[in-house]
């Protein structure tokens, strides 16, 4: 009996992500279970009362994410946008963050232009947009905490939210995209560049 | 090396015969005395030489607490004093200033220790604004719990609200602010002086010395007619409502009258808030302008446009909305007390610029309704409330004053000196010492005496005026750059003064003392003349005796003495005279 059971549930629920993935909230199963199993393991983190720094250490799930060569990454949310982060990389250069500025609400941005700077005592660095779109919403913590992208680059240290101008030229920008692997290659190009001088 | 110790020796012996001191007086190097804050510029400058850019920030910070902020926006009169313009041009210490407190920075935030609080006499400061918060900084430094009470919603005076972002980043005040509170000093905000609190009731509340540094809050009137028209904004209420995100529409053309700093300010900021046509008009000409060289070119720069020679008349306007300004031209006359040529009207000279703003920044004037009237004076000529001149106290007991309030508008860098004089007297006051007794003495020295056979021009460091924009495997190759830079940089001071006490060597500098062989000594006076620390006296017989607390293990009368009368405990012969060079900053003519 149990044994049916488990079977119904489980075609329900194949059949609700098939759903969401049709209405563009994922793009694959493997993309849905993956982030099913990080909230599963936030929750149970958030549960057992580990404290933010060792959590970030099992949260980072920078596999799921989309890398630009600008080390920028982009996530698509459930509501549909694209939110833009800097990467760990990135992160390692800006330890005197102090300020971000990102362009206002509703203005258009374009695939590998800059949306903002991030500026630090002595530099302004550009941020990349990963894909077209208008800019609907901004991380506010970061205005008074800019350290958070120090802290927690993939999760609480979002930039802002895109959301996509159409979904074609969505799906072929996503696709230019640089996978974890990819980007993390390029990034180790980049410091071997720098040793070699 | 003979040859050397034998020229210095000669300048000393011809010093002699003029100048025995009869009082002890530190040496100090020009850019140290002209600084209102004695910051330790030539003890920075030689660390930074030394690659240790850590440690010369902590050296600044003994000074004053704002190493960025004076990086960015002094009015360098350090520089302007720099010996080495006899050579080519002064070091650029300011520039030097703002990398090492950058690149601290760079790294993350930093956390001094809190000072323990060894003291149980509270002290109260009225007003966050420089003066105030390095008065709070020194007395939190000696120990004592100290309040300061500020009316706006966030600590930093004019230092906040009144230098637009561009020249001084909000996060940098804020940051500077953060160490301040660190170190233990409580500020407590949108408390306003007059109000909510006022003498009287700070001193119920077992405050035992009170530091007034309000600064000068208004803007100064122009005086003519149409001033209190819509389309007149005066400079610092401009400022302010700008920096505090409230809405100002400037419109198509806006006028700034003035040639300061805040001026040019008021000028770029108007032109980045849209303006299309914003021009400066000011009385005197270009030379005369107290405004700093590189705003004036960087102003020039985004199309400002520049009138001389015109003075404000009446504002003349449309149904109540400014139209125009009407101006009268000037020409120059003879020098007034400041020093700059008097501007003299032109009669009949009558001519209109179209506007639609107008922004005067001819000054500041006190705000004097918030003050008690016991501290205030109707006759003062500078500002409103009369104070010692050295030790700052105001007629009332216990209550001092200093920074714009009493100066009449000034610089940053002259707060930060005001408020370390406040923080000595109040110290003094609340030990129960004579406030004047004991005050140090300087005596300004530079050991070059000939210019010409220094022939060793080198090219000053430009700063520059904007920050890159990189990306970031490019901002690690500039950082590297820049420090290479700066230690190029530093080595271009001279190091006038004897030794720069920047205590680089702990062990050397602390332990070392100099020894004197009595039966070498003929009592040539030499070392007593040459001693940085006047450390050296003679006693009855004749020979020199060294004081052990005051010297400070230079060597330098060591490589001097003559006879070779003077030993050090640790330094051997060979060495004495390189490290008395070192001491000195390294600046030998060789």
């Known amino acids: 009996m149990s044994e049916w059971k488990t079977v119904s549930i489980r075609q329900k629920l194949i059949q609700e992500i098939e759903k969401a993935i049709q209405a563009g909230r994922y793009r694959s199963i493997s993309e849905f279970v993956s982030e099913a199993i990080r909230l599963r393991l936030e929750e149970l983190m958030r549960m057992e009362g580990i404290p933010v720094e060792k959590r970030k250490k099992y949260l980072a799930v920078p596999e799921q994410l989309l890398y630009t060569p600008k080390h920028t990454w982009a996530q698509i949310t459930p509501e549909g946008n694209i939110r833009v982060g800097l990467s760990d990389y990135a992160q390692r250069h800006l330890e005197g963050i102090a300020y971000i500025y990102a362009e206002s609400f509703g203005k258009e941005v374009k695939k590998m232009e800059p949306f903002g700077v991030a500026e630090t005592w002595m530099f302004m660095f550009d941020l990349y947009a990963p894909i077209s779109g208008k800019i609907v919403k901004f991380n506010e913590n970061l205005r008074n905490q800019p350290h958070l992208i120090n802290e927690d680059p993939y999760n609480g240290g979002w930039i802002i939210e895109i959301k996509p101008n159409n979904s074609l030229t969505l799906e072929q920008e996503l696709k230019d995209m640089l996978s974890l692997r990819q980007y993390n290659k390029w990034v180790s190009k980049l410091e071997g560049r720098l040793k070699v001088k | ?590």
């Open chain 2, 1 to 590: 090396m003979e040859e050397k110790s034998n020229t210095l020796y000669s300048r000393a012996g011809s010093k002699m015969a003029t100048n025995i001191r009869t009082n002890v007086k530190r040496k100090l190097p020009p850019c140290r005395i002209a600084c209102p804050a004695r910051v330790n510029v030539q003890g920075y400058v030689s660390l930074i030489q030394k690659g240790k850019f850590k440690e010369a920030v902590e050296l600044i910070r003994r000074d004053m607490p704002f190493p960025a902020i004076c990086g960015r926006v002094c009015f360098s009169p350090c520089e302007d004093a720099c010996a080495r313009v006899n050579l080519d041009q002064a070091v650029a210490i300011r520039a030097l200033k703002r990398i090492v407190a950058d690149i601290e920075r760079e790294k993350g935030r930093v956390k001094p220790q809190p000072m323990p609080k060894t003291r149980t006499e509270k002290v109260a400061i009225v007003g966050a604004g420089p003066a105030g918060l390095t008065a709070a900084y020194e007395l939190a430094k000696l120990g004592y719990p100290v309040t300061v009470f500020e009316r706006m919603s966030e600590p930093g005076g004019m230092m906040r609200y009144c230098i637009p972002d561009f020249r001084l980043e909000n996060f940098v005040v804020a940051n500077e602010i953060a160490y301040i509170k660190d170190v233990g000093v409580e500020i407590e905000t949108e408390i306003e002086f007059g109000k909510d609190i006022t003498i009287e009731s700070l001193r119920n509340e077992g405050y035992k010395a009170i530091f007034v540094a309000v600064g000068m809050q208004l803007s100064r009137r122009m005086n003519v007619p149409g001033e209190d028209l819509e389309g007149v904004i005066h400079v610092l209420e401009f400022l302010r409502a700008v920096s505090l995100g409230q809405p100002v529409e400037v419109g198509e053309k806006v006028a700034v009258i003035g040639g300061g700093n805040s001026a040019i300010d008021a000028a770029r900021t108007a032109k980045g808030l849209g303006a299309k046509e914003v021009m400066i008009l000011y009385r005197r000409t270009r030379n005369e302008m107290p405004a700093l060289r590189h705003e004036i070119e960087a102003a020039e720069k985004e199309g400002i446009i520049f009138r001389f020679l015109v003075s404000p008349k009446q504002v003349i306007s449309d149904n109540g909305d400014v139209r125009a300004i009407e101006c009268l031209r000037m020409r120059l006359g003879e020098p007034d007390t400041s020093g700059r040529r008097r501007p003299i009207p032109i009669s009949f000279s009558e001519h209109q610029y179209e506007v639609d703003l107008i922004i005067p920044a001819i000054g500041q004037d006190p705000e004097t309704s918030c003050l008690p009237a016991e501290l205030l004076d109707e006759k003062a000529t500078r500002g409103p409330i009369p104070v010692d001149q050295i030790t700052l106290e105001t007629r009332v007991r216990g209550v001092f004053a200093g920074g714009d309030i009493v100066t009449g508008p000034a610089s940053i860098i002259q707060a930060v000196g005001a408020g370390k004089q406040a923080a000595i007297s109040i110290h003094r006051y609340l030990c129960g010492q004579d406030l004047k007794a004991g005050l140090e003495e300087v005596e300004e020295t530079t050991w070059v005496k000939d210019w010409e056979s220094l022939r060793r021009k080198s090219r000053r460091y430009e700063a520059p005026i904007e920050k890159p924009r990189l990306s970031f495997e490019e901002a690690a190759e500039f950082l590297k750059e820049t420090k290479r830079k700066a230690t190029f940089e530093a080595f271009r001071c001279l190091g006038c003064g004897p030794c720069s006490e920047c205590l680089a060597e702990m062990d050397l500098c602390e332990r070392d003392r100099a020894i004197v062989d009595e039966n070498k000594c003929t009592g040539c006076n030499t070392c007593f003349i040459i001693c940085p620390c006047g450390a050296i006296a003679k006693n009855e017989n004749g020979v020199a005796q060294v004081d052990e607390e005051l010297c400070k293990g230079c060597g330098i009368c060591a490589a001097l003495c003559p006879e070779r009368a003077i030993t050090m405990h640790r330094l051997t012969d060979a060495n004495i005279l390189s490290c008395a060079l070192a001491a000195s900053g390294g600046g030998s003519p060789s």
